[in-house]
């Protein structure tokens, strides 16, 4: 589909950038070309368009297509009608929003008979005209006129009444008007929450919006969620309030009354008509006007929280896929169980299953030292270097378990990390992994994704579904189109930013590379097997539908190392290699003259090299990917050391030092596991000295960071952490928030402010378990953004508990952060109940 010149004029507005660039781009999309591609090899035809301009181009363009579809089919819906005159014609071509449009269309679009409509029917419109053009009428006797019995006009009360549906529909139908109506609401109205009658128990996990409200322009996505959900479960009721204060009948009309009043030349000045009429606004007001823009404004209200919660949990996702990867080195994977055992494990450096077993060190059993030498046996046997644990039940017991191996067994030189086991049990459960390891029991399964996932998190993680991986707040109340769109995004974008060797790559992760999809991937796996190991990309070619086009896309991707080309390790694509040949030729070399050379590169100017079809950014690239060819844009991978003697909540204390790993960050704050089975929070307010808007601006999943203990609530399995080393732990007064640290008559929050006061005022805001801390939990509304969350309840795959059954608190690695942080209820308390 071609892009209108207005559509790429308005995008390149947006962007900022260039129409020609915008053009450009979406050619190369129409095309066939992928995002990656183009970001990375069409930089000359692109104008250096990122990959993140690109993305936003490509979501605006769909908005923006699907906006001139819609806008064609108006048009001709309404000359259909015989009513589209040039004024209106000119209308619906400058509008510039979906919202814009369907107010424009409304008073043509088809309907079922109205009350209007049937008082048209009954000759009532003349009557209606009479009275709002000369409100001098006497309305009882201008209606005297219009009774008609046979056409169901009984008396003049009728024919005022069928008047009246004839001008609220008129007024409400008013594009310009609405548009500014909503508006205002918008910009004044506020969003209020009540518990309903009978319910304080049941919904107590919303218990933070029993009484609240607050204005819309301020609400956090994870807030209107949360309260969507509460009324979602029948727990609240929401109401939308047109003003910041209550509408006072008594005081006259209200401002938007009188907005429609000024509109139609409504006023009141003591003619016959003029209470009917003032009547008449009052009533489209209420029934028409409030309820249509009640619509509207929650609809943009979830909108605008889904993008917000999209964009955190795309984000998360990305930094979970770029996490460092410990390489190809033998590994030992331990997914943690207490009556069920201790699921074991070993794949070689190239991530092939060697052994497994199943060790059973802790209650009930207790088998400690059997389990120690099993696990030694097989670390000697397999040449084991890396120990993953899993960060569910029992890893805290595990992980110790590991500990006293390492100290039995130094000869073994062994290092221990406990990872994410996030989506585990859905990949364990799937269809691929049945494929992929057919003779493995379920259970077991899941401790090859947990030592795979060291190994290297991208290529694990891509054989789940992104929504599976749960590092998102409220994502199984958000659009799935627009959920699985972007998080799609993001794996595509990771995965062919660090590329994949073709010679290992499984058929999810090669489905993920540029222009190839599921079934070009099973080709290349199906060919790989049949014929061997590729020995250069020339031979992709010849993979059964991998056409041109697919080649194109796809080949700067896919490396092959230790082929007949070093190149085809590289970033560089083949249709750039006789750039290389030409730069091996100025220093007077074949190609592995100059590969890893930095020095002698640097001496080149890539000026020197730019031809017709390769330009100043392209060759720019070459030669820096020709430094350090096959370059991994991931960090180097380092571990978190877990405090000695710091096992489980009790041992936790206000003031303790300690190092922990980022697990998730949410809109309110990053939980951190610090290794005692229950992740705390660092709320917003105590990431900085300085206002801190997104918490991804100070740390990412998997960040290792230092913090101190603010507060232990250990009923509650609550744990308040800083990342301000300075601030004071929690003293007398503070971590409880007087009754139960939530206000009692919640306002507007105010958000420089109260995010900073919080975390200050007895630490309680960033008492970030829950924010129930400090002054009454009053800074900085930590309480109301994270005891929303306690809402989340969802089940799901993702959180290894679907396939083991049981924990009802929630699915997914938030929900794991939030019910090991204590923010959700579940059956397992710090175990998660799952085993």
């Known amino acids: 589909m071609t892009s209108t010149p207005s559509v790429n004029k308005r995008i390149a507005e947006e962007l900022g950038v260039r129409e020609g660039q915008v053009q450009a781009a979406v050619e190369l999309l129409d095309g066939g070309a992928t995002v990656p591609f183009i970001a990375r090899y069409r930089k000359e035809v692109t104008g250096t368009l990122d990959d993140t301009q690109l993305r936003n181009l490509e979501e605006r363009l769909r908005y923006l297509r699907e906006l001139e579809d819609r806008r064609a089919a108006i048009l001709e819906s309404v ?16 509008a ?37 053009g000369d409100p001098g009428q006497d309305p009882q006797g201008a209606a005297a006129g219009y009774v008609d019995a046979d056409k169901g006009v009984a008396d003049a009360a009728a024919a005022l009444e069928g008047a ?11 594009a310009d008007l609405v548009g500014e109506l909503r508006e205002r609401m918008w910009t004044r109205g506020r969003l209020a929450a009540k518990v309903r009658e009978g319910r304080e128990e049941a919904g107590a996990k919303f218990s933070d919006y029993f009484d609240f409200s607050e204005p819309l322009t301020r609400l956090p996505s994870h807030r209107i969620l949360a309260m969507f959900r509460g009324e979602k479960e029948e727990m609240l009721t929401l109401t939308l309030e047109p003003d910041d204060e209550p509408a006072d009948p008594a005081a006259g009309p209200t401002d938007y009354e009188r907005r429609i009043a000024q509109r139609f030349g409504i006023a009141d000045r003591g003619r016959p008509a003029d209470k009917w009429l003032g009547d008449t606004v009052r009533w489209a007001w209420r029934t028409r006007f409030l309820v249509h823009l009640g619509i509207d404004l929650r609809g943009r209200l979830r909108q605008a929280a889904e993008d917000e919660a999209v964009r955190v949990f795309a984000a998360n996702l990305r930094d979970l896929l770029l996490a460092a990867p410990a390489g190809t080195r033998s590994t030992m994977g331990l997914d943690p169980g207490l009556r069920t055992g201790v699921k074991v494990a070993v794949v070689d450096a190239t991530g092939k299953v060697v052994a497994t077993d199943t060790i059973y060190p802790h209650e009930p059993r207790r088998r400690w030292d059997e389990s120690i030498d099993t ?28 500990g006293d191996l390492m100290k039995r067994h130094a000869e073994l030189d062994l290092t221990k990390i406990v990872v994410s086991e996030a989506g585990a049990s859905v990949y364990s459960a799937s269809a691929y992994a049945s494929q992929e390891l057919p003779d493995l029991d379920v259970s077991l399964r899941g401790a090859v994704s947990i030592a795979r996932r060291l190994q290297d998190p991208l290529a694990e993680l891509v054989k789940i579904d992104p929504k599976s991986i749960g590092v998102g707040q409220y994502q199984h109340d958000l659009s799935e189109l627009q959920l699985s769109r972007s998080l799609d995004a993001v794996v595509e974008d990771c995965v062919n930013a660090v590329g994949v060797d073709v010679n290992t790559a499984s058929v999810p992760l090669l489905t993920r590379v540029s222009g190839i999809g599921g079934g070009l991937a099973e080709n290349i796996v199906l060919h790989r097997d049949a014929n061997g190991p590729f020995k250069n990309r020339k031979q992709l070619k010849d993979v059964a539908r991998l056409g041109p086009k697919a080649f194109e896309q796809c080949a700067g991707f896919l490396r092959i190392p230790n ?31 100059v590969m890893g050379k930095g020095a002698v590169l640097r001496g080149l100017s890539p000026k020197e090299f730019v031809d017709e079809k390769f330009g100043l950014p392209t060759v720019t690239d070459i030669l820096a990917e020709l430094e350090k060819p096959g370059r991994d844009p991931r960090p180097a991978f380092k571990t978190a050391t877990f405090k000695e003697g710091v096992e489980q909540l009790t041992d936790l204390k206000p003031g303790m030092l300690l190092e922990g790993v980022v697990t998730n960050v949410a809109a309110f704050g990053a939980f951190v596991d610090v290794g005692v089975h229950q992740d705390g929070l660092v709320h917003v307010s105590a990431m900085s000295d300085q206002f801190v808007k997104d918490p991804r601006d100070v740390v990412k999943p998997g960040d290792i960071v230092r913090v101190k203990v603010l507060d232990v609530d250990i009923p509650r399995k609550r744990i308040s952490l800083t990342l301000r080393l300075e601030d004071e732990a929690a003293g007398a007064g503070s971590g409880s928030g007087g009754a139960d640290g939530r206000r009692t008559a919640p306002g507007p929050r105010r958000p420089q402010q109260g995010d900073q006061r919080g975390g200050r005022q007895g630490q309680g805001g960033s008492g970030g378990s829950g924010g129930q801390g400090g002054q009454g939990g009053r800074g900085n509304r930590g309480g109301r953004d994270d005891r929303g969350e306690r809402g989340r309840n969802d089940r799901g795959g993702n959180d290894r508990g679907a396939s083991r059954g049981n924990s009802p608190a929630g699915s997914g690695a938030l929900a794991d952060a939030l019910r090991r942080a204590g923010l959700v209820e579940g059956d397992g308390g710090p175990s998660r109940g799952r085993r």
Not at 79 to 94: S, T
């Open 563 to 593: 082929g007949d080309d070093p190149l085809d390790a590289s970033s560089v694509h083949p249709e750039a290699y006789p750039v290389v040949r030409r730069i091996a030729a100025a220093v007077g070399g074949d190609v592995t003259a």
């Open 375 to 402: 696990l030694a046996r097989l670390a000697k046997a397999h040449n084991v270097e890396l120990v993953a644990i899993g960060n569910g039940t029992a890893s805290r017991e595990t992980d110790k378990l590991a």
């Open 79 to 94: 000359e259909a009608q015989g009513k589209l005159d040039d004024a209106l014609r000119e209308q619906i071509l400058a």
């Open 164 to 174: 009246r549906s004839i001008l609220v529909e008129r007024f409400s139908e008013d």
């Open 96 to 132: 510039d929003s979906k919202a814009r449009l369907e107010d424009i269309y409304l008073p043509y679009k088809p309907k079922r008979r109205t009350k209007a409509q049937i008082a048209r029917e009954a000759g009532l419109e003349p009557l209606a005209d009479l009275l709002l």
